[in-house]
């Protein structure tokens, strides 16, 4: 009995003890758990690498201040961002570290301060995290990593939607691709203009069928600068739109092409060499290579002629030539004053000489009874109209997906298909550029053959169209276009001679000659009368060079005229005194002060380097050059001339010096 | 205890129960067989230091949260990476809601099956059954907050059921909800305010009847 | 007849009333043993409970510790996820969605069980526990398999499978002590259980294997997906 007792109260201690160890084991686990429970955040990757800058900085000749452990960041409250990269980032601006490792090097210099803008503003990623795989935006849940380097400038397009980023080339090239490739066309994109593509009306008598079967099926294969996509057309669709666009064959206005003249339909062998001889003299003068080239040598302004009369029909040839843009409105091509015999003679040229002697013959087909039901449809498949004017036709209600915001696609929204790319944005932007099959098979998006320069240029551009609230005081637009167009005569001439194609003048017109805005203030009228007969180039090497148009004198009046009232600047005005002693000064000047002979040549002396100065004086007036003297890069910003801050005095020997020469 | 020391004698153990807000939910002495662990699981012990965590956590978490469509995503994300042990504080707070939401169930299911529900103590299990509901909609209610995809989707799929109610009430009970007709800014402060004040002082409430009862039907 | 007790009813607050209870024969309130040992609440069970506490806190610690919340991308009005899930605890209701018209799988079927579990305790249905198969037993039958082919007619018709296949096992199972008179083993475990005990078990059975379809089995449009094909 007290042998049980006894049993019963050791057992009942035994338990108790067994509790209390329970009891002081989980207490201790507990306390321990509750100790270290604050370290999930106590030790973070970022105060590794602050610690890491400290010891660099230590190591450094120069004294650089280390830093305070702690998170440091940047609130730009206008942009809604809060960025902390510069809690690792610690050198960005401290210039000491230009060579250090990252994440400790200097930032390259830039015109924006971190203060304003922030980080992510420029680089994307996840500005308000602290550990590198989510700041850099490589989790599954942050659609907008850090920007690769080579699509850095899509930020810079972000505010600057200058058509012009000065300091952004690859934006710029991009942005100027998407007018050129007409992507607005097929997608929508704010802010983007359409380039002029030649239209459909007529092309019916325009081009042979086996010529348009071959650009269908691959316009690269017949002139490799083109900028119309290969559709990957079959044969069957080809066919139908050939025969569709053949019963084209009346102009926009209703009329049809008239008739040839009697030399050139049936000229006789003695005829034929006169006019081949004659019509090659004229194609010489008229510099169509200026614009045009001819099997890949030439400008490239315009269209290939190498193999242009198995393309084009000798009636259209001559009509065309005759009043380009009664043919194909809105075409760049000027209106030369040929006479009818030279016209005759360089048409027959043509026809004679651009011969496409490879020119693979389609396959033979028995036209489809519905071929121009068909043919319509598969217009309508292509988009044709997105780019062509054919007829009343409107082009499809955008066909592709709008672009405008395309740099805030979201990952969900992007299907990779097969694709084994890395899935970003910027990855799948460039890959569909270049093969824009690449992620489906039935994406009707054709092939442009873009080089990788130019899809990353796109891409870039692309990008930097994002649904991002940008304060306006940010944004930066293009000066509003201008729009100046000339009226009267002067303004008929220049739409016929389609002077703007080349030239500028108040702020309209591309910028491939120069820009004609102050012409008269720097040339004189006599010498710009005689340019227009024998026009000459400057510079020689160029390969776009002023053609001769065969103006009439009265067109040439009415021109220098005209340029004399308008295109000249009174500020730019000065009249120097010839003297001797002038001359003589400005010739030392000249020679032994700014030794302008190592890049010009005068007197047969000098480098090549800049164009010859001998006989200025016919050509340019003195107010002209002093200026230009004084300040070259106002005149054309490109040039190498340095500016030499010349005195008053000096701009006005060297003037008097060279306008001395004859 | 803190104030007079540990209790020795049989006499100071019984004081410190009735002489003890906290404690005195107990009886002085228990049946040493309720107090085994197999007895109740612990369950509804388990579900009071559920609760106990939960509003601990979440009154800190409310230190750093504003119930707001455009600041409450970047206040998780302050969360995540700025504030010290806010991750920890989350993430004890969503595991333990989830586990609230288990263990309550597992609370009820023991009460079944031990028959423990029956009379007197009908009364209790439809406390118990109000408060299983309640700690449900809870959970419900945090799990918007975020304002993040889940937590979006997540609700719209909920309210959409409730938009199923017959009569035509179904659009008015989800309006009712979400303060309009999709889960916006409106919804967001309803659900904070449900989920931090209005619930919990109701669940408060229901737990001490609960316990209440718990005693008056001589259980522990 | 003797009297054996006598009914005191008395506002005399000094003196203290004799306890009587009447013992019907529908109560469950009925002597089986003996009040067992009492011990002290402190030490005895507050120890205990803060033991569980403190487990409680570890555990949850623990998991905080190696487990983040999960925080996606900030919610998209614009884009729905495929599938667009609901909390685990109503994925089994969102599982029912799947089978029947949003009414009875939104409204109809948790009221039911919010009601049903708010009455069980006042059903005061075979409060002795007795073993379903203990008295009437063709009466019971008949009712029993009623009741179910009705539910399983349900179920066929709306396809809901994943109900009537766990619903059909049950079914099998609640038959066997029928058909078997083992008194030991789990078969006589099973004769023992009581009406009201297959009911829940039903019940808890249904939300298991519909939330655990929900969560792990249903990925895009709801379809079915193994969990090994999707992470999760």
């Known amino acids: 009995m007290e042998l049980d007792l006894a049993l019963g109260s050791y057992l009942l201690i035994e338990k108790m003890n067994n509790q209390r160890k329970l009891f002081a084991i989980v207490s201790v686990i507990f306390l321990v758990i509750l100790a270290i429970a604050p370290f999930k955040g106590f030790f973070p990757e970022w105060k590794k690498y602050q610690q890491q800058y400290n010891d660099l900085v230590a190591t450094l000749p120069q004294r650089v201040k280390p830093t305070e452990i702690g998170i440091k960041q940047v609130w730009i409250q206008s942009l809604d961002r809060v960025d902390r990269c510069t809690t690792c980032h610690l050198g960005i601006s401290e210039p000491a570290l230009k060579n250090a490792p990252q994440p400790f090097r200097t930032h390259p210099q830039i015109h924006h301060n971190v203060e304003d803008l922030g980080c992510t503003s420029c680089h994307d990623g996840q500005g308000s995290a602290t550990d590198f795989k989510e700041a850099h935006g490589q989790s599954e849940y942050w659609d907008q990593p850090v920007l690769p380097r080579k699509y850095m400038e899509a930020s810079c397009g972000k505010c600057h939607k200058e058509q012009d980023v000065k300091q952004a080339p690859i934006l710029t090239l991009g942005r100027k691709l998407i007018v050129e490739y007409n992507c607005s066309g097929c997608h929508k994109i704010d802010g983007f203009a359409k380039q002029w593509v030649p239209p459909l009306d007529g092309i019916g008598t325009q081009v042979s069928s086996a010529w348009l079967f071959n650009w269908l099926k691959n316009p690269r294969g017949y002139w490799d600068h083109t900028h119309m996509p290969n559709f990957g057309i079959a044969d069957s669709d080809a066919n139908n739109l050939v025969d569709f666009l053949k019963s084209f064959t009346s102009l926009p206005d209703g009329s049809t092409l008239g008739t040839l003249p009697a030399s050139l339909l049936n000229p006789t062998d003695a005829q034929k060499a006169k006019m081949l001889e004659l019509g090659a003299t004229r194609f010489g003068e008229a510099r169509c290579v200026s614009c045009h080239s001819v099997n890949g040598k030439g400008g490239y302004v315009a269209t290939d002629l190498g193999k242009v009369s198995s393309k084009v029909s000798t009636d259209w040839l001559y009509h065309y030539i005759q009043s380009p843009k009664h043919l194909l409105a809105g075409v760049a091509m000027p209106r030369f004053r040929f006479t009818d015999e030279d016209l005759a003679a360089v048409v027959l040229y043509m026809k004679n000489e651009f011969v496409d002697y490879d020119m693979v013959q389609p396959p033979e087909h028995t036209p489809d009874p519905e071929a121009y039901q068909k043919g319509l449809a598969a217009f309508k498949k292509y988009n044709c109209s997105g780019c062509h004017q054919l007829g009343t036709m409107n082009r499809a209600e955008e066909m592709a997906p709008e672009l405008s915001f395309v740099g805030s696609k979201r990952m969900y929204s992007i299907d990779f298909g097969p694709s084994k790319i890395e899935k970003t944005l910027p990855n799948y932007l460039q890959a569909k550029l270049m093969t824009p099959h690449a992620f489906s098979a039935t994406a009707k998006m054709p092939t442009f053959g873009f080089t990788e320069q130019e899809a990353q240029a796109i891409t870039v551009a692309l990008l930097a169209n994002r649904n991002e609230n940008i304060p306006e005081k940010y944004v930066r637009r293009s000066l509003p276009k201008s729009t100046f167009s000339p009226q009267g005569k002067f303004g008929k001439l220049v739409g016929d001679l389609a002077c703007l194609a080349c030239h500028q003048m108040e702020g309209n017109g591309r910028l491939v000659a120069t820009d004609l805005s102050i012409e008269a203030s720097q040339a004189h009228p006599d010498w710009i009368m005689n340019y227009f007969k024998v026009p000459y180039s400057l510079r020689p090497i160029l390969t776009e060079r002023m053609p001769n148009l065969f103006l009439s004198d009265s067109d040439r009046k009415s021109l220098v005229d005209y340029m004399q009232v308008n295109f000249i600047a009174d500020s730019l005005d000065r009249a120097i005194q010839m003297s001797d002693s002038l001359i003589a000064h400005g010739k030392s000047l000249y020679f032994d002060r700014y030794a302008c002979q190592s890049c010009h040549q005068i007197e047969g002396k000098g480098g090549y380097v800049g164009p010859p100065l001998d006989k200025l004086s016919t050509r340019l007036k003195s107010g002209w050059v002093y200026h230009w003297l004084k300040n070259p890069k106002a005149f054309k910003p490109g040039t190498i001339e340095p500016n030499n801050n010349l005195s008053d005095a000096d701009a006005d020997a060297i003037t008097a010096f060279l306008l001395k020469q004859k | ?220 | 007849m003797p009297k054996e007790f006598e009914v005191e009813s008395s506002s005399n607050a000094q003196k203290v009333p004799k306890r009587v209870e009447f013992v019907k024969e529908r109560t469950a309130a009925r002597v089986r043993q003996e009040e067992t040992e009492m011990v002290m609440t402190v030490p005895n069970l507050l120890v205990r409970e803060v033991i569980a506490f403190m487990i409680l806190v570890i555990v949850l610690s623990l998991l905080s510790l190696l487990f983040n919340a999960p925080l996606e991308w900030q919610a998209n009005p614009q884009h729905t996820p495929n599938p667009a899930k609901a909390p685990w605890y109503f994925l089994g209701l969102q599982e029912l969605l799947h089978y029947f018209p949003p009414v009875v799988a939104g409204v109809l079927l948790p009221t039911l069980v919010v009601v049903a579990l708010i009455v069980i305790p006042y059903f005061n249905v075979n409060l002795k526990q007795e073993g379903m198969w203990k008295q009437h037993r063709p009466q019971t039958l008949v009712i029993a398999l009623v009741s179910i082919g009705v539910v399983c007619a349900a179920l066929l018709i709306f396809h809901v499978y994943a109900m009537l296949v766990p619903t059909v096992l049950m079914t099998l199972l609640m038959l066997v002590p029928y058909f078997s008179h083992k008194e030991h083993g789990p078969i006589g475990w099973l004769a023992t259980r009581p009406v009201q005990w297959w009911v829940m078990t039903w019940f808890v059975v249904m939300v298991l294997v519909l939330t655990a379809i929900g969560t792990l089995f249903r990925g895009p449009e709801w379809s079915w997906t193994w969990p090994w094909d999707h992470i999760y």
Not at chain 2, 187 to 194: D, G, S
């Open chain 2, 1 to 220: 205890m803190f104030r007079h020391g540990l209790p020795i004698s049989n006499r100071a153990r019984a004081e410190s129960v009735f002489y003890n807000f906290a404690l005195h939910v107990h009886p002085v002495k228990v049946r040493k067989r309720s107090i085994k662990f197999t007895y109740t699981f612990g369950l509804g012990g388990l579900s009071a230091g559920l609760f106990f965590i939960l509003t601990i956590t979440g009154a800190l978490l409310m230190l750093y949260y504003r119930p707001s469509v455009t600041e409450a995503y970047g206040d998780m994300k302050d969360l995540q990476f700025v504030v010290s042990s806010g991750q920890f504080l989350r993430n004890m707070h969503r595991w333990s809601a989830h586990a609230m939401v288990a263990v309550v169930f597992l609370h009820m299911l023991r009460v079944f099956y031990t028959g423990s529900y029956k009379p007197p103590k009908e009364f209790n299990w439809v406390m118990g059954v109000l408060l299983l509901v309640l700690t449900i909609l809870l959970s419900y209610t945090g799990y918007l907050l975020p304002w993040d995809q889940l937590a979006f989707w997540g609700v719209s799929v909920g309210t959409n059921m409730a938009r199923a109610v017959p009569f035509g009430l179904g659009d008015k009970v989800s309006y009712l909800l979400l303060g309009g007709n999709i889960v916006g800014e409106n919804a967001l402060v309803r659900f904070y305010v449900l989920h931090c004040f209005i619930l919990p002082i109701v669940t408060l409430g229901l737990m001490g009847v609960h316990f209440w009862r718990v005693r008056k039907d001589g259980g522990v």
